[in-house]
């Protein structure tokens, strides 16, 4: 482990390692696909009276592991640094996810028959989201997850659960208890695990003979296709393909059965393992994709890299023409993606003057790293820029139409990925 550089060069506060080995296979030969720099944690925003502290800054970047294809953060961070902020994150408040969730919950009571004797466990349960679709029609659950104040929120809400880190250790004190799982259900957590073998492992002790679990996570396809390099961050260990996938569970005597597409999150996949051999026909449909397109090899990532640099040029270009004309430029949305990219851009500080985000709690505050104070969006009625950097383009046109104000009155929107261009829209 290193001390980390800080952004002002003061006391070294907070320590993260480079690995040597393969996450995953242990395998050490490791490539350099895409070095994003030294990045501080993208949802770490800055006080106001902060700016004379250092900042920790770690480096960000992703490497392929030659021997099972699996995308992975260069880096260790202590887990203590990397969620010990606090940053609650209740899956209630976003209601395209509860739709989404009641219907997934549905379908599986449905087609696994579900009722009293059964078992649903969910890892990272959150505030009981999901699960409460399971209560309501008496099937028995178990939530786990290590946010206190999310699961104290689940648990009043009748949805039992265990605040812990899900792993071997937790699925063996559980079946010690006597309990097995039908189904197991682990959405956008995968990616976040280190000890990822630690992790599977929990699913092949806990899970009954004839249960399935069932996965969500983005799709490293989608991230690849869409040149959304901006969802690469410290918290995000791992970019998934089916071809890295399939080892790491047969590792544990897991299978892959089934996959589907999800346009949530702009591009998941839903996977579906067993301890039973048998795949559909989407699945094999998938992976033969995936060979095609040559997701096992380095080629395919290392063309994605070069892409992304590419962009880094050409939005560096077309902001500073715009400067050199003398227009002035915003962003809008303090998000961790807005973060990777304005500090990856490295631009003149004048390029860009401000950020605004509808968030309160995000108001006042400074993005990390780039330092960029974020503004109410009303500015752009009291004070409009001339352009306005879309920074969460997957929500570009919620964006454009909640701002029409902004484009009636002659301002141009801009976004970076999947490439930099400015948004033709109908007056
Ligand atoms: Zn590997």
């Known amino acids: 482990m290193h001390v980390a550089e800080t952004a002002n060069n003061a006391m070294p506060t907070k320590i993260y390692g480079r690995i040597t080995a393969c996450r995953s296979c242990g395998c050490g030969e490791l490539v350099s696909i895409l070095d994003l720099g030294k990045q501080p944690l993208a949802n770490a925003l800055l006080e106001p009276d902060s700016l004379a502290v250092s900042e920790p800054l770690f480096p960000l970047e992703v490497v392929l592991c030659m021997e099972c294809g699996l995308l992975q953060v260069s880096e260790d961070v202590a887990p203590e640094i990397l969620f010990g902020q606090d940053y609650p994150y209740y899956s209630s408040f976003i209601p395209a996810l509860l739709i989404h969730s009641r219907s997934h919950a549905l379908d599986l009571m449905d087609e696994r028959h579900l009722g009293e004797d059964d078992l649903v466990v969910e890892i990272a349960s959150n505030d009981g989201y999901l699960l409460k679709n399971f209560v309501e029609n008496r099937v028995p659950v178990l939530g786990i997850d290590p946010a206190k104040g999310p699961a104290e929120a689940a648990i009043a809400i009748g949805v039992p659960t265990l605040i812990d880190f899900f792993g071997a250790r937790v699925a063996k004190k559980l079946v010690e208890e006597g309990r097995s799982a039908s189904v197991m259900l682990a959405n ?46 410290h918290e995000h260990v791992f970019y998934y393909s089916l071809a890295a996938l399939e080892p790491l569970f047969g590792r544990h005597g897991l299978y892959l059965n089934d996959a589907k597409k999800l346009e949530i999150h702009g591009g998941s996949l839903r996977l579906r393992v067993s301890k039973k051999q048998g795949k559909t026909a989407v699945l094999q449909q998938l992976q033969t994709d995936e060979e095609r397109l040559g997701l096992n090899g380095a080629d395919y990532y290392q063309s994605f890299g070069r892409h992304v640099q590419q962009l880094r040029q050409d939005l560096r270009i077309m ?84 701002q029409k104000a902004f484009h009636d009155h002659g301002g141009i929107f801009l976004k970076a990925v999947p490439h930099p261009q400015r948004l033709e829209i109908a007056r």
């Open 319 to 402: 902001l500073q023409d715009i400067r050199a004309n003398g227009k002035t430029i915003a962003a809008y949305g303090a998000a961790a993606k807005g973060a990777t990219l304005l500090n990856y851009a490295d631009l003149p500080d004048d390029t860009i003057a401000f950020v605004v985000d509808r968030n309160t709690h995000k108001v006042g505050k400074l993005m990390p790293g780039v330092r960029l104070p974020i503004k109410p969006v009303d500015v752009l009625d009291a004070s409009p820029p001339d352009y306005l950097l879309i920074l969460p383009w997957n929500f570009a046109d919620e964006i454009v139409s909640q």
């Open 188 to 233: 956008n957590v995968l990616a976040h695990v280190n000890d990822i073998n630690d992790f599977i492992e929990g699913f092949a002790i806990l899970l009954a003979e004839d249960g399935v679990a069932e996965f969500e996570f983005p799709y490293v396809r989608d991230l690849v296709e869409t040149c959304a390099f901006d969802t690469i961050y």
